[in-house]
């Protein structure tokens, strides 16, 4: 119960501003090995938000999430996330029809998701100052564990193909294009941005992006 609780913390921080109706029921998870695979996602129309961009996810599907937690070796091994297959449609905002509902529901989303960004950096602060006046014994077992696998979470994206189609540059004739990458990893790294794994309370942690 306490593993299933750390995956569903893990998985709501990083998807649920993303995922159109997360649903944990779902999760086919083998505590034993450590893996959680959640298949055939979408995802929401406002995916893209934080980019501030000026287009919108009309279609966005995720095939395959696994995520692969060392629970034996946590302290010494990096924590894993792989997605295979990302495939995301934008259209320009101007193109997609006013929704009251959605909208309501879209910027009470945003300002949910600014609290929680809020509330997550205090927390982190807290964290952080107590860790340095407290000893580690103090803090729980499950905060420990979360900390610890955010820190050294791997994200591993393969697949992926992006797709714009824009309708109003002339009647009849819509324009489109579309890219396609091999791969997106992401890993912690140290302060010269060799891959590492943090064992060790830090008010920074360094992530180094690479993709084909």
Not at 93 to 104: I, L, N, P, S
Request: hydrophobic letters at 35%; aromatic letters at 10%.
């Amino acid at each position: 119960m306490v593993l299933e609780n750390v995956v569903v913390y893990i998985l709501d921080k990083y998807l649920g501003d993303y995922i159109e109706n997360l649903d944990y029921k779902k999760l086919k998870i083998d505590l034993w090995n450590g893996n959680v695979v959640l298949e055939n996602l979408y995802l929401k129309p406002n995916a893209l938000a934080d980019l501030n961009l000026p287009v919108t996810v009309l279609t966005g599907y995720l095939q395959k999430l696994t995520l692969v937690i060392p629970w034996k070796n946590l302290y010494k091994h990096p924590t894993k996330a792989y997605i295979d297959g990302l495939y995301i449609l934008v259209v320009p905002k101007t193109e997609v029809e006013y929704d009251a509902k959605r909208d309501e529901n879209e910027q009470h989303e945003a300002k949910m998701k600014e609290v929680r960004k809020v509330e997550d950096l205090r927390k982190e602060k807290e964290a952080y100052e107590q860790s340095k006046e407290t000893q580690k014994d103090h803090d729980t077992f499950v905060e420990r564990m979360q900390l610890t696998i955010i820190r050294n979470l791997e994200l591993s994206i393969r697949n992926i193909h992006i797709a714009y189609e824009d309708k109003s540059t002339k009647p009849g004739h819509p324009f489109s294009f579309g890219l396609t990458l091999n791969y997106i990893e992401l890993k912690t790294t140290d302060t010269e941005w060799n891959p590492t794994v943090l064992k060790d309370d830090t008010p920074v942690i360094f992530k180094v992006r690479m993709f084909e």
